[in-house]
């Protein structure tokens, strides 16, 4: 679903009320974790920026809430604990914010934050915003 919203928190402002409450759960949890996180509105969903590297986004789709994972690579860490969820090589999709999935999310941001310069990937998560700048 493409978003109207042009900063973060209009677009969890324009979320139907059974998704505003447990994508604002999962923004409070990843700003709790890591409080110097930069958010903005990437790619029409708010995205998590830190230490100049593209941590993880939350988007709203037609038939589900999505956790993204950029540095994908580090989910390995978790690959039992994700068997039973719906997803794809670098999202987590889920309708409901059950109790584990959302200890799951923050087990899965704690580490990967910790963990994300060791990602094979790490290079090509600088943020667009940062590569713009030096252009």
Same mark, same amino acid.
């Given at each position: 679903? %493409?978003?109207? !919203?042009?900063?973060? @928190?209009?677009?969890?402002?324009?979320?139907?009320?059974? *998704? =505003?409450?447990?994508?604002? *759960?999962?923004?409070?949890?990843?700003?709790?974790?890591?409080?110097?996180?930069?958010?903005?509105?990437?790619?029409?969903?708010?995205?998590?920026?830190?230490?100049?590297?593209?941590?993880?986004?939350?988007?709203? @789709? =037609?038939?589900?809430?999505?956790?993204?994972?950029?540095? &994908?690579?580090?989910?390995?860490?978790?690959? =039992?604990?994700?068997?039973? &969820?719906?997803?794809?090589?670098?999202?987590?999709?889920?309708?409901?914010?059950?109790?584990?999935?959302?200890?799951?999310?923050?087990?899965?941001? %704690?580490?990967?934050?910790? @963990?994300?310069?060791?990602?094979?990937?790490?290079?090509?998560?600088?943020?667009?915003?940062?590569?713009?700048? =030096? !252009?």
């Amino acid at each position: 679903m %493409k978003s109207t !919203a042009r900063t973060c @928190q209009e677009y969890f402002d324009l979320l139907p009320e059974n *998704r =505003k409450e447990p994508l604002l *759960r999962l923004r409070r949890m990843i700003r709790g974790v890591w409080p110097d996180i930069e958010e903005d509105l990437d790619r029409d969903m708010p995205t998590y920026h830190l230490r100049g590297r593209v941590l993880c986004a939350l988007a709203n @789709q =037609k038939d589900n809430m999505v956790f993204y994972v950029m540095p &994908h690579d580090l989910l390995n860490a978790f690959k =039992k604990d994700l068997l039973i &969820h719906d997803r794809g090589r670098t999202c987590i999709r889920f309708k409901r914010l059950e109790p584990e999935t959302y200890d799951l999310f923050d087990r899965i941001v %704690k580490y990967t934050g910790t @963990q994300l310069e060791e990602s094979r990937l790490a290079d090509s998560l600088i943020t667009r915003r940062r590569v713009a700048l =030096k !252009a």
